[in-house]
């Protein structure tokens, strides 16, 4: 069975950092992108980034709101997928989903909280 | 503003068959595939058609996908209230090199 466990989440200040990362279990990891994809309290699904299934020189992408400020990685020898968040801002605050698929999104993890408030 | 263009709402008596749009431009929609979600308050979003018409293993053919130029179409035959949920459109956008959602619709059974 499928299973994405996300872990990292919390309540920080503006300008902070906070790193999530998500822990994959049956299915081969190495094998598939990943993205992270948040939700705003009472908004609608936002994409975040995507990896292919290279560690350090695969491709990545972003959306516009969040380059230069998150990055994401990967370990495919230990299962894990990561966000770095560096410089977060109020308008961050969301649940944060990590998801087996770059485009197209076929599992996903039950999210992670992230606040970010002075 | 979502770049993908949804309904706020739409709604049906069960039984009956509703239709959600997905309106997008020659960008996205028009020259990737789509695909559509269900998510339940409080829940994690779910796949319910990959490749602007396929269902994954264990989707109900309840659900469907179609795709025409620039838009997308979801439709839910057979309403049921167990089916109230937000449902998302998705794709690629090769000018933003970003995935884009739809801004979700609620479904309603009256």
């Known amino acids: 069975e499928v299973e994405l466990v996300e872990s990292g989440g919390g309540v920080v200040q503006p300008g902070e950092s906070l790193r999530l990362s998500c822990t994959v279990s049956g299915f081969t990891f190495g094998s598939f992108w990943m993205s992270w994809v948040r939700q705003a309290p009472g908004k609608g699904l936002e994409w975040v980034a995507n990896?292919?299934?290279?560690?350090?020189?695969?491709?990545?992408n972003y959306v516009d709101s969040v380059r230069g400020r998150f990055t994401i990685s990967r370990d495919n020898a230990k299962n894990l997928l990561y966000l770095q968040m560096r410089s977060l801002r109020v308008e961050d605050t969301a649940v944060y989903f990590c998801?087996?698929?770059?485009?197209?999104?076929?599992?996903w993890g039950q999210g992670a909280l992230v606040t970010v408030s002075s | 503003q979502s770049v993908l263009t949804q309904p706020p709402s739409v709604s049906a008596a069960p039984g009956q068959r509703v239709t959600i749009s997905c309106s997008g431009s020659i960008s996205n929609i028009g020259s990737n595939s789509v695909s559509w979600y269900q998510q339940f308050p409080g829940t994690a979003p779910k796949l319910l058609i990959y490749?602007?018409?396929k269902r994954p293993s264990g989707i109900p053919d309840q659900f469907s996908g179609s795709k025409s130029d620039t838009s997308a179409t979801l439709g839910i035959t057979g309403l049921q209230t167990g089916d109230e949920a937000d449902y998302y459109c998705g794709t690629w956008d090769s000018n933003l090199s970003s995935a884009v959602f739809g801004g979700g619709t609620k479904v309603t059974v009256l």
């Open positions: 990896i292919d299934q290279a560690e350090d020189v695969g491709e990545k």
């Open positions: 490749d602007n018409d």
């Open positions: 998801v087996r698929g770059g485009v197209q999104f076929w599992h």
